[in-house]
Every structure is written in structure tokens, then in C-alpha cells.
């Protein structure tokens, strides 16, 4: 083992790279403009990076990092995936990122505020990791072994999925860069447009990616079977989302008719700083979850203070400037145009990022009070379903807009189509499937959407428009092919949770399983009861489906992992609970019809983003086909302990689905896997057995843990404040467009008390 004074090489190597790429951002950060220093940068950075992960793979336990998060048992994959599954690795990652962002977008003909702005940030980030967050300090004592990385995070998505997220999350301190470029230059250039809209769009890929890789994770994994947990690291991630996708939008408007410039710039700073809040919350203690880095306050405090910085001067920049750029524009925004449209859809997304700002936020600032509060996936669903009736209207409405305004008889004969086969849709779905209003609603209106979008396609193909441009048009197709997934898992799912013997049958919307045998296997770090589940149509034999259930002696946890089997659109998705003796196993099925079609919209989603990006940045279109990683095979979820009379089991599964886990804020009692949760399960159906009833049982848990071990509050001005804002918001537009339109129409000319006029 090569050391120097005792220091091993790795952690001379690793801190002398770092320290190196600090001088060189401080060089960019004073202004000088040098190709070879961000390109010095990101070489630096990768070979530290290298550094670690050839020290996680080699089993080098004189490194505290690999010592915390390896074991010489786990497979190589798994090892490379604990690199990042930790804060200071993590945070490598991060910076890593943010280099090579600065090395391919910032070149000469780039503003030099932003070269500044991105030199500057690389400084704090690079300082706090270096002086907090160190992931090459070394161990005096050596120990023999490592302590294993958590079962949930030994996935493969847990390798690709990270990564993808934080290039997106990062992604966005290009716009932010450029946003701060244009607001000390005074104005707009079409070389910065076209800078912001690349930089956006390879952002919002790979957010894209990242939340779709971490959704079908969850899916698997997590251990409830949902492809969406509401989780606030969940939510950090899909709020600088909503803010790419509206910057998206708005530049848009300012490339193709000038308009909402300052809104715009906004938004260029809204994204980033949105992803700094989020990185500091997820490192900072304050939230609980499967996600999170637990770290010690001092580096909380750190990373806090460097995110107010930031924001702050952002946010002091974009103040100081808005006169002059109130002063610059000149354009109108008006109804039934692209740019009207535009404006809706941001108010939109605003209003969702306002919902999961509260949600998220709030009970962290409760958390300080003697009255926690915990808000779960109720209060999210009942604000944001509804919102995907209008956007559907608006991305419907859009082929048939152009960017000046247009009378309603001019549009409506290009949307009957969408019309008929919308209300169609409402009619065969009501006659024959009879799902509630809403979600028959919102399924109509996605197919409705998708045929209005298609037109469109169709019409700039005949027009021979460039790919690039019909990007937007595919992404929309692909949004409302993800909420027929949505709406059809959500109202046609089917569960069943039983205990079998070997040989007999368990059905299930017309297949039928089999239990042919449980056997023992052992794995590289962990030993496991393997289920051979065959899965039959009528008496065609479809394929075996083998859920484990696995016990990881590296760490002293069992773990399940689940098996899922396509069919077509629909999945089957296993898994294999507790034993009960005598050949019994506990066995929970699920049937999710159409949920191929979520995975499919993210598919298409991602191909519309390459499509925009296909003759300006080549190199980032193929971005979506490494979504098709994503497989149908082996993983995770929980069977519990169940009751032999049907109706108290069904209520005890009810009771546990509106209850949080007091030890693991994110799932509900029913999903989670911590031995507590199984303790509190347990309680609630010895309470049923004495007969005691549902609000007996609910009033007690929530006597001994409070009203923060409910999913979501029972009533709370949560619920309705962003809703009055959204509709104030647009009344006030509203408003402004009927001043507009009013003024046109009926010109007068106003006396003034001298006698003089004014025009109005």
C-alpha cells in the first residue's frame, strides 16, 4: 500500500486534484478567458472521480467513504453504484457535472458574465466539498471490512438513475449562467437564445431520464409496487422539472414572437436555484427518506449559506434590472395565440410548483413547532389531478394557434377531430369500463390530445418542417400517453394478498398463478427463499415468475425482491412475503393494466426532446434510448402478516394506507419494510381480532405518535390556498386581456383638465 507520511495514495491523489481544480476555478471565477481551463477543470475532476471508484472496487478500507458504504461481498455493479449512493461521493458527482457543463457550453462566444457566473459557482461547491464534504479521507486503523451499502440501493437503476438526475439538476446552471449574462448586458441576442434553448433542453432530458429511471425504481423497489411515492426528495427532483419545462415554453415566445423576456430570465434562475434548495435539503437532516444523505449539521449549514448566497445575488440581479427590461418590452400577450397559451401553461406549472413547495416545505417548518404535520400523497392528488384538464385543452389547442391571435371560427374547424374522438372516448369508456368522472375525463381528453397533436405532425411534415420543430408536438403526445398509463393502472388495478401452499392456484383478472416450490439460494452478500410462481392463461402456460426473499447477512435486514412478467400493456408483479409453516407462503399479486403506457410516455417524452435537439446538438439526441434499459424482470416489494377473515383484513390493509411510518416519513405503514411498521401492523389486527373499529384504532395510534402519523391533514388551509392564488392569477390576466382587446375595439380620446387629449 503506497503511502507518503503516512497518507495513503488515493487521498494524496484525490485532495491534490481537487485542490488544483480550485485554483483553476478561481481563475475563471476573476474573469480570465482561457479555453484550456475549463477543459483543465473537468480532466482534473475525472481523474479524482476515477480515483474513488477504483478505490471502491479494489475493497480499499483505508478510505472512511468505501469503509462506510462497501463490502469485499458486494458484486462490482453494486460497489460502483456506492461511489455516489452517499453524500460525499455524491457530491463529487455533483461538482463533476457542473465542470463538464462548464467545459462544453462555455466557450469564447459566450458572454464572459457567465464564465464568471460558472467559475464562481464551481469555487463554493468545490471549497465546501473540499473543506465539509471530503470523500478521500483516510483511516488511521484500517479495519478488515467494509459496512455494506442499504439492500434498497444494491439495484441497477441505482447506478444509471443518479447520475441522470444530477446531469439535469446541474443542466441547469447553464441557463442560470446565461440568464445572469443577459440581465448585466441590458438585452437579448439571438446567440443567447440559442445558447439557453440547447442548454435547457439537454437539461430537461435528462431530468427526464433521471425521474423516469428513479419512477420505475420506486416501482420496484421501494415496496408498494407505486411508480410515484410523493416522497419530498421525489418532489425536489420534479420541481426544478416544472420549472425546465416551462422555461422551455417561454423561450419559445421570445425566439419566435418576442415576448415574456423578463418572465423568461425568471425562470433561467428559478430552475438552478430550485436545485440548490433541493441539494441542500436532501444534505441537510431535515427530511426523512429512502433518498436522502444523512449528514451532520455543520456541513447542512455550510451548503446553506452557499445557497443563499447564490439565490441572493441571482435574485438581486434580476431585481436591479427589471425597470430596463419593463422599459424594453413592447409586445402584448394575447388569448388564443401561442404566446397566450405559453403564458397559461407557466401559470400552470407555477401553481403545481407552488402545491409541492407547500407540501414539501411546510412540514419542515412544522417540524420546528410542538405540532408536526405530515402531508401525503391525498393532498397532492386532489390538487394536481384536476390541473391535467386544462393543460390537455391548452396542448390540444396549440397546433391550430399561431403566434398572433386568432378569432375562435378560424381554430375550431382544425380541432373538431380531437372534439368527436374525445367525446367519443367519453362514450366507450363510460359504457364499458364505467371508471369515476375525472380520470374518464382526463383519459378522453389524452386521446383527444393526442389526435389534435398528430394533426400537426402531419401538417408540418407536409410543410417539410425541420425535426426540431416538431420536438414540442412529439413531447405532448408522449405527456398524454404517460396519463393513460396513469389513469388506467390507477382505476383498473387489481391486488390480492394470500397464503399458498405448494400446488395451489391464485387468480387474478383471468391468469391464474401456481406455487410449484420455494428453495433456498444464496447470492454474493446475502442468502434467499426463491418462489416459482407459473403464470397461466386458461391452460396456456405464459412463463415462470421467481420472487425472492432475501436475507442480507452483511447487514442483519431481509429484503424482498419481485418478479414482473409483461403482458402487452398490463404487467403481473409477485412477490413472496413471510413463511407460515407447514409449505404455507404469503403471497401478494398485483394486475396494473396499461402501465406499459407510462413507461412508453417518458419514451416518447425523451424522443421529442431529441428530436428539438437533433441539428443543433447531435451529441445529446440519442439521450432516450437509454430509457429502453429499463427492464421487466426481478424486484421489490413486502407480503405482511394477514387476517383469516377477509372484510378485517381489508380493513386493516385500509388502516395502514392512511397511516405514516413513524420511523420512515415518506411510507405508509402498509408499504413499509422497518420492523416497526410490522410491529404497528401487527397491532392494528390484534386490535380488529378484539373487535375494535377503524376510527378506535386510527384515534389511538394518532394519541400515542400525533396528528403527523396521518397521511395528510383532514382539513387545512393547505388545500385551499393554491388554488385561490391560481385563480387570482388568472382572473388578473384575464382581466389584463379584456382591458386589451376593450381599448382595441373602442378607442377614445380622453380631456384632460387643460383642455389637452390623451389617447387610450
Not at 186 to 209: D, K, Y
Not at 465 to 489: E, K, N, P, S, Y
Not at 574 to 600: A, D, Q
Amino acid at each position: 500500500m503506497a503511502t507518503l507520511m503516512g497518507i495513503p495514495a488515493p487521498t494524496l491523489c484525490g485532495q491534490g486534484l481537487l485542490s488544483f481544480a480550485l485554483i483553476l476555478s478561481a481563475l475563471q471565477a476573476i474573469g480570465w478567458q482561457r479555453r484550456w481551463i475549463p477543459l483543465s477543470l473537468l480532466v482534473c475532476l475525472l481523474l479524482s472521480f476515477v480515483v474513488l471508484i477504483n478505490a471502491h472496487l479494489t475493497d480499499d478500507f483505508r478510505l472512511l467513504n468505501v469503509v462506510m458504504h462497501s463490502h469485499q461481498a458486494k458484486p462490482w455493479l453494486y460497489k460502483l453504484a456506492g461511489v455516489w449512493g452517499n453524500h460525499e461521493g455524491s457530491m463529487l458527482l455533483w461538482v463533476l457535472m457542473l465542470a463538464s457543463y462548464n467545459s462544453i457550453f462555455i466557450k469564447h462566444t459566450t458572454p464572459p458574465a457567465a464564465s464568471i457566473t460558472m467559475g464562481i459557482l464551481m469555487v463554493g461547491f468545490l471549497g465546501f466539498l473540499l473543506l465539509a464534504s471530503d470523500p478521500f479521507t483516510y483511516l488511521i486503523e484500517v479495519p478488515v471490512q467494509g459496512e455494506d451499502l442499504n439492500p434498497l440501493l444494491q439495484d441497477v437503476s441505482l447506478v444509471i438513475h443518479p447520475p441522470f438526475l444530477y446531469a439535469g439538476l446541474v443542466g441547469l446552471s447553464i441557463p442560470f449562467a446565461l440568464g445572469i449574462a443577459i440581465l448585466i448586458k441590458g438585452q437579448w441576442s439571438l446567440l443567447f437564445i440559442r445558447q439557453l434553448r440547447i442548454g435547457t433542453l439537454v437539461a430537461w432530458c435528462f431530468l427526464t431520464l433521471g425521474l423516469g429511471l428513479g419512477s420505475f425504481w420506486a416501482y420496484y423497489e421501494l415496496g408498494w409496487g407505486g411508480w410515484w411515492f410523493w416522497d419530498p426528495v421525489e418532489n425536489i427532483a420534479l420541481m426544478p422539472w416544472l420549472v425546465a419545462t416551462a422555461l422551455i415554453h417561454s423561450l419559445r415566445a421570445v425566439e419566435s414572437a418576442n415576448a415574456l423576456r423578463l418572465w423568461t430570465l425568471f425562470l433561467c434562475l428559478l430552475g438552478f436555484s430550485l436545485s440548490l434548495i433541493g441539494s441542500f435539503l436532501v444534505r441537510s437532516g431535515l427530511l426523512t427518506s429512502i433518498h436522502n444523505f444523512a449528514v451532520d449539521p455543520t456541513r447542512g449549514w455550510l451548503l446553506l449559506s452557499l445557497t443563499i448566497l447564490v439565490v441572493g445575488c441571482a435574485g438581486g440581479i434580476w431585481c436591479y434590472r427589471w425597470p430596463l427590461f419593463v422599459k424594453q418590452s413592447t409586445q402584448t400577450t394575447m388569448p388564443l395565440s401561442r404566446t397566450g397559451m405559453i403564458l397559461l401553461n407557466n401559470i400552470f406549472m407555477l401553481f403545481a410548483l407552488l402545491v409541492l413547495s407547500i407540501g414539501t416545505f411546510y412540514p419542515i417548518v412544522r417540524s420546528f413547532t410542538d405540532r408536526p404535520l405530515s402531508i401525503g400523497a391525498p393532498y397532492f392528488q386532489t390538487l394536481l389531478v384536476p390541473l391535467m384538464v386544462p393543460l390537455l385543452i391548452m396542448m390540444a389547442s396549440v397546433p391550430s394557434l399561431m403566434w398572433s391571435r386568432r378569432a375562435w371560427a378560424d381554430i375550431w374547424p382544425s380541432l373538431l377531430p380531437a372534439f368527436i374522438v374525445t367525446g367519443s372516448t367519453c362514450g366507450l369508456l363510460y359504457l364499458y369500463v364505467q371508471p369515476k368522472f375525472l380520470p374518464l375525463l382526463i383519459a378522453a381528453l389524452a386521446v383527444g390530445m393526442i389526435v389534435a397533436n398528430l394533426q400537426g405532425v402531419i401538417q408540418k411534415l407536409r410543410q417539410r418542417r425541420a425535426w426540431d420543430q416538431q420536438g414540442m408536438t412529439v413531447a405532448h403526445i408522449g405527456f398524454a400517453i404517460l396519463l393513460l398509463g396513469m389513469v388506467g393502472v390507477t382505476e383498473g388495478e387489481q391486488e390480492k394478498l394470500v397464503t399458498l401452499s405448494i400446488g395451489e392456484t391464485l387468480p387474478i383478472a383471468g391468469y391464474t398463478f401456481v406455487l410449484a416450490r420455494v428453495e433456498s439460494t444464496e447470492g454474493p452478500n446475502y442468502t434467499a427463499d426463491k418462489a416459482d410462481l407459473q403464470l397461466y392463461k386458461g391452460n396456456q402456460f405464459l412463463n415462470s415468475l421467481m420472487p425472492e426473499r432475501r436475507f442480507y447477512w452483511t447487514q442483519g435486514v431481509h429484503h424482498n425482491e419481485t418478479a414482473i412478467y409483461s403482458l402487452g400493456l398490463s404487467q403481473v408483479y409477485v412477490m413472496l412475503g413471510e413463511s407460515y409453516g407447514k409449505g404455507r407462503w404469503s403471497i401478494h399479486v398485483y394486475y396494473k393494466p396499461w402501465i406499459n403506457l407510462l413507461w412508453g410516455g417518458v419514451i416518447v417524452m425523451l424522443l421529442g426532446g431529441g428530436m428539438s435537439l437533433m441539428t443543433r446538438a447531435r451529441m445529446f439526441s440519442s439521450l432516450y434510448i437509454l430509457l429502453f434499459c429499463l427492464s421487466t424482470s426481478t424486484y421489490a416489494i413486502n407480503a405482511h402478516e394477514q387476517l383469516s377473515d377477509a372484510h378485517l383484513e381489508a380493513v386493516a390493509r385500509q388502516i395502514s394506507q392512511e397511516l405514516y411510518c413513524p420511523v420512515c416519513s415518506g411510507q405508509t405503514i402498509d408499504d413499509s419494510q422497518a420492523a416497526f411498521a410490522e410491529t404497528l401492523r401487527r397491532y392494528i389486527r390484534q386490535r380488529l381480532r378484539e373487535g375494535a373499529d377503524r376510527a378506535t384504532i386510527q384515534h389511538e395510534l394518532v394519541a400515542h405518535f400525533g396528528e403527523s402519523i396521518l397521511l395528510s391533514p383532514r382539513a387545512h388551509w393547505l388545500w385551499l390556498v393554491p388554488y385561490l392564488l391560481l385563480g387570482l392569477a388568472i382572473m388578473g390576466m384575464g382581466g389584463c386581456w379584456w382591458h386589451r382587446l376593450h381599448c382595441r375595439r373602442h378607442p377614445q380620446v380622453e380631456r384632460s383638465e387643460s383642455g389637452g387629449s390623451m389617447l387610450r
